[in-house]
């Protein structure tokens, strides 16, 4: 008899790997219940390892899982993997896609009578600090919308999001980590300017970036607010905000976050007509 919890993933690459590990280490499933499959041999062989069920059939995942099959292939493989899921018996899971720019009404379509979830994940996922936002399809329901907040948060933390938001979670989740990596870069070389070695000045950096974001998110407070708590009159760190302010640092990180929302909508199809004109970017 299968078992009504078993989950699936189709691709196991370093995504999906990342979600099921945060997955069976809070418990909320054991090794035995995912099921995985991809072309790639060592992937299967890494799964298979980890005690997963491991397989090259996309039609072997979709008749074993019966709560949620993940769609963790890139977007040029969705429509095969649709493909293979709309050809094998419906089992009642629900179909969560985390391909980039892939809309719901494309998954809709590839899978009629489906209920189908998007979601933006992040690489801190590999950590276990991802940020994913999150849009349900037309027939997913609350017991879904439960499901894959329980499963996104195993990993980090989920916000649900209408789908015409999910190109600005990409732009300041989903490529987010690119900007923070950049950033603890410069603020790194910043010190080796100073005097600091390399190595000192970039553990200071990412630990300060790292305590600065446990701040915002423990406190609640506005970054504004704690800026300021740190910036005296006069002092040293006002002197660097000025610099950062001269040198367009906040310009230049909201048209990072803007640019990149706009190509997440080319790269789902939208014409660069509509993205000015309905969303003036």
């Given amino acids: 008899m299968p078992n009504n919890n078993n989950i699936g993933f189709i691709g196991a690459g370093m995504m999906a790997s990342s979600l099921i590990g945060g997955i069976v280490s809070k418990n909320l499933r054991t090794s035995d219940q995912i099921y995985c499959s991809d072309p790639y041999p060592p992937a299967r062989e890494a799964a298979a390892a980890k005690g997963y069920n491991a397989t090259e059939s996309n039609a072997e995942v979709c008749a074993n899982s019966h709560d949620a099959i993940f769609l963790a292939v890139k977007p040029n493989c969705i429509a095969g993997a649709c493909g293979d899921i709309a050809a094998s018996e419906d089992t009642g899971a629900v179909i969560i896609s985390i391909a980039a720019g892939v809309t719901l009404e494309t998954l809709e379509e590839a899978l009629p009578g489906r209920r189908v979830v998007r979601v933006m994940p992040n690489t801190p996922c590999l950590v276990g600090e991802a940020a994913c936002g999150f849009a349900l399809g037309a ?17 980090g933390i989920s916000m649900e999001v209408n789908e015409t938001l999910l190109n600005a979670v990409t732009g300041v989740s989903g490529s987010g980590p690119a900007y923070v990596f950049q950033f603890i870069e410069a603020l790194s070389d910043g010190g080796v300017r100073a005097g600091l070695p390399r190595n000192v000045a970039t553990q200071l950096a990412a630990q300060t970036v790292k305590g600065a974001a446990e701040m915002v998110l423990s406190t609640g407070k506005h970054p504004g607010e704690l800026k300021d708590a740190v910036t005296s009159p006069g002092g040293t ?23 990149a929302t706009k190509r997440s909508m080319q790269l789902g199809g939208t014409s660069d007509a509509e993205i000015k004109n309905k969303y003036g970017l």
């Fill in 139 to 155: 027939r997913a329901n609350d017991e879904d919308r439960t499901l894959v907040k329980t499963l996104l948060d195993a990993v």
């Fill in 237 to 259: 760190t006002i002197a660097g905000v000025e610099a950062l302010e001269k040198g367009g640092f906040r310009a230049a990180t909201i048209s990072a976050v803007t640019a």
